[in-house]
Nanobody, 125 residues
Framework: QVKLVESGGGSAQAGGSLRLSCSAS?????????????GPWDEREAVAAISSTGGITSYYADFAKGRFTVSLDNTKNTLYLQMNSLKAEDSTMYYC??????????????????WGQGTQVTVSS
């Protein structure tokens, strides 16, 4: 089992920044960030992920490239998401996810075994 605890969410102005943190209870090969897609279903879209199996590899969704940076502190088993140039459409719940290995398609939600409770991000324009 891996317990994930997110923090760092909150409110920001458009164009501002926030840094999310995800503390894992133990080392794990793949950690990622997803966010809730607005709507009646629990649909989550991938934001970014890091695989630390056989080296460090980072993955980003197209909308995150150039604005968001994912990083991992192995000494603390903590994943970060630095979000800059925030937009109103970035407002939603952000979730940390983990698996032993990153799925072949890193953005595939159901390839992650463990999930945190989420942290809310609200960006005002």
């Amino acid at each position: 089992q891996v317990k994930l605890v997110e923090s760092g969410g909150g409110s920001a102005q458009a164009g501002g920044s926030l840094r999310l943190s995800c503390s894992a209870s133990r080392s794990v090969g793949c950690l990622g960030w997803f966010r809730l897609v607005p709507g009646p279903w629990d649909e989550r879209e991938a934001v970014a992920a890091i695989s630390s199996t056989g080296g460090i590899t980072s993955y980003y969704a197209d909308f995150a490239k150039g604005r968001f940076t994912v990083s991992l502190d192995n000494t603390k088993n903590t994943l970060y998401l630095q979000m800059n140039s925030l937009k109103a459409e970035d407002s939603t719940m952000y979730y940390c996810a983990a698996s032993t290995f990153c799925p072949t398609n890193w953005f595939y939600r159901y390839g992650y075994e463990y999930w945190g409770q989420g942290t809310q991000v609200t960006v005002s324009s």
